[in-house]
């Protein structure tokens, strides 16, 4: 029995990006009376479903070791910078509000993917409790 399967893989790597996501709301905050300052996010989501479209086979897959097509680890995200043209001198170049609800967002969504890897676990626990017996 492997533990990492390839659904442990893409949660994984999913909780991963969620936290660099994190790293750059709180940058964007942490700058949002810097005027020279702009905006900051990590496009992963179509990287990471284009990686999980190109897992799926239409093969029957009876070991893991056989095909290794759970690789993940290519998805780095893509750091995009906002560029808006600002009308007033000195306006703030990052938009709290939008930054706080996409804060909120991102730390629901990385806490269920934590969930789901907790439940995962306890699961595979479950069944090594069981097998020991």
Same mark, same amino acid.
């Given at each position: 029995?492997?533990? $990492?399967?390839?659904?442990?893989?893409?949660?994984? #790597?999913? *909780?991963?990006?969620?936290?660099?996501?994190?790293?750059?709301?709180?940058?964007?905050? *942490?700058?949002?009376?810097?005027?020279?300052?702009?905006?900051?996010?990590?496009? =992963?989501?179509?990287?990471?479903?284009? *990686?999980?479209?190109?897992? #799926?086979?239409?093969?029957?897959?009876?070991?893991?070791?056989? $095909?290794?097509?759970?690789?993940?680890?290519?998805?780095?995200?893509?750091?995009?910078?906002?560029?808006?043209?600002?009308?007033?001198?000195?306006?703030?170049?990052?938009?709290?509000?939008?930054?706080?609800?996409?804060?909120?967002?991102?730390?629901?969504? =990385?806490?269920?993917?934590?969930?789901?890897?907790? #439940?995962? $676990?306890?699961?595979?626990?479950?069944?090594?409790?069981?097998?020991?017996?």
């Amino acid at each position: 029995m492997h533990i $990492f399967t390839n659904g442990n893989k893409l949660l994984q #790597k999913v *909780a991963d990006l969620r936290l660099q996501q994190q790293n750059l709301i709180s940058s964007n905050i *942490a700058n949002v009376n810097n005027p020279n300052y702009r905006h900051k996010t990590l496009d =992963f989501e179509n990287q990471l479903r284009a *990686a999980y479209q190109a897992t #799926k086979s239409p093969l029957t897959v009876t070991d893991p070791d056989h $095909f290794n097509n759970s690789e993940y680890s290519d998805v780095k995200g893509a750091l995009e910078t906002e560029l808006k043209p600002r009308v007033i001198h000195g306006q703030d170049a990052v938009d709290l509000d939008k930054e706080m609800t996409e804060m909120a967002r991102n730390s629901l969504q =990385f806490s269920a993917i934590m969930t789901l890897i907790q #439940k995962d $676990f306890s699961g595979k626990a479950k069944y090594l409790e069981e097998f020991s017996k």
